[in-house]
């Protein structure tokens, strides 16, 4: 029968031999007694095991291992302390809800906004001021009238002062033009079209239909009335280079949102 344990004697022995305790004859017998008992070599070879991977650890194992706390202990003394992290505190949940609430009203006004009208935004697009033919380079700022309003682009301003300036007789209704360029400029259409109207239908100034023509066509625009633009854009005279190829432009660009 294979033994599962050494024999008592035979441990002590053992234990003797790896604590440096037998002589060199003593290690020789008990060399020469292991070669002709594999069985208890194997029992042995399991004890050198344990010892070596210090299950069973020797003096130098155990004074090693001392060492290595000792290290460890120093290098935790060394380490900077710890600091908890601040506990931060949540949000009330009322305020959650109130922020939740004003994002839904956001939400919901982007989502039931008015869509922007793309022919008025192609009117938006397509102003441009247009000179006055004896425009003054750099009014003083101590003119108010009209015209010099106009001529620094000063257009909510300008056009009911140009307005009132021709009903009044103190200038020519040729002004009637850069009053309804203005209004365009001030974002007032609906008074555009009507200076810009009574001026075409006087048929008072036939050499400057283009440009009457052309900002009705944009009043309209932005009105919304689109076929009414379109008319006043095709029936624009070739009076003005320039105006004719915006005109063409705004003509190509109206085709391409059918």
């Given at each position: 029968m294979t033994p599962t344990e050494l024999p008592e004697a035979w441990a002590a022995e053992i234990e003797a031999y790896y604590a440096g305790e037998l002589s060199p004859a003593a290690e020789a017998d008990l060399r020469q007694r292991l070669a002709h008992h594999p069985e208890l070599a194997e029992l042995v070879f399991r004890e050198e095991v344990l010892y070596r991977d210090g299950l069973?650890?020797?003096?130098?194992?155990?004074?090693?291992?001392?060492?290595?706390?000792?290290?460890?202990?120093?290098?935790?003394?060394?380490?900077?302390?710890?600091?908890?992290?601040a506990h931060r505190r949540r949000p009330p949940v009322r305020w959650l809800a109130v922020a939740a609430g004003l994002l839904l009203v956001v939400l919901a006004w982007w989502l039931l906004r008015p869509a922007e009208d793309p022919t008025a935004r192609l009117a938006t697009e397509a102003f441009a001021w247009l000179p006055r033919q004896d425009a003054l380079l750099g009014p003083g700022d101590e003119v108010r009238d009209g015209r010099t309003l106009y001529d620094v682009q000063r257009f909510e301003e300008a056009y009911p002062a140009l307005r009132e300036e021709v009903a009044s007789g103190t200038i020519d209704s040729i002004n009637l033009l850069y009053a309804g360029v203005a209004a365009l400029g001030a974002k007032e259409p609906a008074a555009a079209r009507e200076l810009l109207t009574n001026l075409l239908q006087s048929g008072r100034y036939p050499e400057d239909e283009a440009a009457i023509r052309y900002y009705l066509g944009l009043a309209e625009l932005q009105l919304g009335n689109r076929a009414a633009a379109v008319e006043q854009l095709n029936a624009l005279p070739d009076q003005d280079p320039q105006l004719t190829q915006r005109a063409r432009e705004l003509l190509q660009r109206l085709e391409s949102l059918e």
């Open positions: 069973n650890p020797g003096p130098a194992a155990l004074a090693e291992r001392q060492r290595l706390r000792q290290n460890l202990g120093e290098l935790e003394r060394n380490l900077p302390p710890v600091m908890a992290p």
